[in-house]
Structure formats: structure tokens, C-alpha cells
Nanobody
Framework: QVQLVESGGGLVQAGGSLRLSCTAS????????MGWFRRAPGKEREFVSV????????YYADSVRGRFLISRDNAKNTVYLQMNSLKPDDTAVYYC??????????????????WGQGTQVTVSS
């Protein structure tokens, strides 16, 4: 059974930083693209960042590019999201997800079969 467990959320002031972690179990982690998505109150879930299975390709939403950095450690079955220069608009529940298909990169949440429980990030102004 595939499980994704996130950690690292919390309350931070605008301009601050947080690092989210997501550890996976139950499948060969290094075969799959991993993504971070978020859902703000009253809004749809949206793409934040994606990293390919080998880590050589990364993608970011325009709203976070230059402030967030995605990385992965395949030896630890863990993907990270370093979030810097946080803004109140970044307030959301953040979810990590694992792609369905081996060796594919997709930015659509529809392409992800497994999801973590979510971790709350709150940025105060």
C-alpha cells in the first residue's frame, strides 16, 4: 500500500521560510514523478511544483517560481519543498502526490494517484 506522509507546515510571518517534506512508502519511489499541490480556502486545488523521477527536471507555477525550490532524495524516499519569501497568498493546505505512470511528468493533479494527508501552511501579514 502506497503511503505519503507530509510534514513541515506551520504558521510563519510574511517573508519567512518553511520546508515541507514528504516521505513515501509502498512503491519504488525513484520510478515516479512527485508533485506538490495546494488548496486555499474556497479555491480549487492547484499545481505548485513537480519534480521528475530522477530529479533532473523541475517545474513551478508562475506564482511560486523564484521563491520555492523542489528537490528529492531517492535514497530517503523523500521529496522536499523549500518555500522562501512566503506571502499571505501562499496560505493553503499543501499536498504531495505521486504520479500514476512510471517515467512520466505531468503537471495535472489528475495524473497523480496517491496523495498525502496535507499539511497546513499559514502566512500572516
Amino acid at each position: 500500500q502506497v503511503q505519503l506522509v507530509e510534514s513541515g507546515g506551520g504558521l510563519v510571518q510574511a517573508g519567512g521560510s518553511l520546508r515541507l517534506s514528504c516521505t513515501a512508502s509502498g512503491r519504488t519511489f525513484s520510478d515516479y514523478t512527485m508533485g506538490w499541490f495546494r488548496r486555499a480556502p474556497g479555491k480549487e486545488r492547484e499545481f505548485v511544483s513537480v519534480i521528475s523521477w530522477s530529479g533532473d527536471r523541475t517545474y513551478y507555477a508562475d506564482s511560486v517560481r523564484g521563491r520555492f525550490l523542489i528537490s528529492r532524495d531517492n535514497a530517503k524516499n523523500t521529496v522536499y519543498l523549500q518555500m522562501n519569501s512566503l506571502k499571505p497568498d501562499d496560505t493553503a493546505v499543501y499536498y504531495c502526490a505521486s504520479d500514476i505512470v512510471i517515467g512520466r511528468v505531468t503537471l495535472s493533479p489528475m495524473g497523480y494517484a496517491y496523495w498525502g494527508q496535507g499539511t497546513q501552511v499559514t502566512v500572516s501579514s
